[in-house]
């Protein structure tokens, strides 16, 4: 009996976890982004320290996986995890929302700062066909808390319906333009 109560529990822990974890790499889902919004606001208005939700996604990922295969739509999620990875602090927090989404939340992080980050993140992922390399674009939306929105879900679907940024094409010289 003792036996079949430490599996029940074990089980019910891994049940836990996977409502928390996408698929992807173990990473967050859109169950602990929400979560970790929730513990986030307060903590952000009583410090009057807010932070940028920032959502990217491979753009038209399903017309790549469904000329490309999924194997190829695979190694674009992980090549878009791996890469998130490398350029996020290690204090703010990365979360797999599902198909090609992604968000980021930075911490005691500004809308104008965001973009210090999003210089960061490459245009696009390069990913193997097993034949060459080919270049899945992406896109971001960005999103500051107002410091007023009550409920997590609010702040992520501002996020998400916002408007996606254009990115700079650099010049021949150097410079940048709109």
């Known amino acids: 009996r003792w036996l079949g109560e430490k599996r029940t529990r074990r089980l019910m822990a891994r049940l836990h976890g ?9 990473l967050p889902n859109r169950n602990y982004l929400l979560s970790e919004l929730r513990r986030e606001m307060p903590r952000a208005r009583a410090h009057d320290a807010p932070f940028v939700l920032i959502i990217l996604s491979l753009e038209q990922f399903d017309e790549v996986v469904r000329r490309r295969g999924e194997a190829f739509g695979d ?14 602090r290690t204090s703010d ?14 911490n005691e992080c500004k809308h104008d700062d965001s973009f210090i980050y999003l210089q960061r993140v490459p245009g696009s992922i390069a990913v193997s066909d097993g034949h060459r390399m080919l270049e899945v674009p992406i896109s971001a939306r960005v999103q500051q808390y107002d410091m007023q929105s009550l409920y997590a879900t609010d702040v ?4 998400e319906e916002s408007r996606p940024l254009r990115r700079k094409e650099v010049q ?4 940048e333009a709109a």
């Open 75 to 88: 190694r674009a999620l992980k090549g878009m995890a791996q890469v998130l990875r490398r350029f996020t």
């Open 172 to 175: 021949h010289h150097g410079s």
């Open 156 to 159: 992520l679907r501002d996020a």
């Open 93 to 106: 927090f990365i979360a797999h929302l599902g198909g090609a989404d992604f968000a980021v939340l930075l």
């Open 18 to 26: 996977s409502a928390y974890l996408s698929e992807l790499d173990n």
